[in-house]
């Protein structure tokens, strides 16, 4: 993690874990690629069989709803 680009757990970075309803295979990769495309977003993990999620993320270049508005587009409905 550096300094140069705002990542680092000093840096304000953000951590949400929560399970999410509707993934299938497909839709689990579409959502963690799209994520990652996304300013600010540095890690996703995805269990697509039980909706268990992992994002970390920097909520000054991106916002919550940028990264929920992923998961309505993709179908699936997270449960934070």
Do not use: W
């Given at each position: 993690?550096?300094?140069?680009?705002?990542?680092?757990?000093?840096?304000?970075?953000?951590?949400?874990?929560?399970?999410?309803?509707?993934?299938?295979?497909?839709?689990?990769k579409?959502?963690?690629k799209s994520?990652?495309?996304?300013?600010g977003?540095?890690?996703?993990?995805?269990?697509?069989?039980d909706?268990?999620?992992?994002?970390?993320?920097?909520?000054?270049?991106?916002?919550?709803?940028?990264?929920l508005?992923i998961?309505?587009?993709?179908?699936?409905?997270?449960?934070?």
């Amino acid at each position: 993690m550096c300094a140069e680009c705002g990542c680092g757990a000093n840096n304000g970075n953000t951590r949400l874990q929560f399970n999410a309803k509707g993934y299938t295979e497909d839709s689990a990769k579409a959502v963690e690629k799209s994520l990652l495309g996304l300013p600010g977003v540095l890690y996703v993990h995805i269990h697509a069989h039980d909706g268990e999620t992992t994002i970390d993320y920097n909520p000054s270049k991106t916002k919550l709803m940028e990264i929920l508005n992923i998961f309505s587009q993709n179908e699936v409905e997270a449960a934070l």
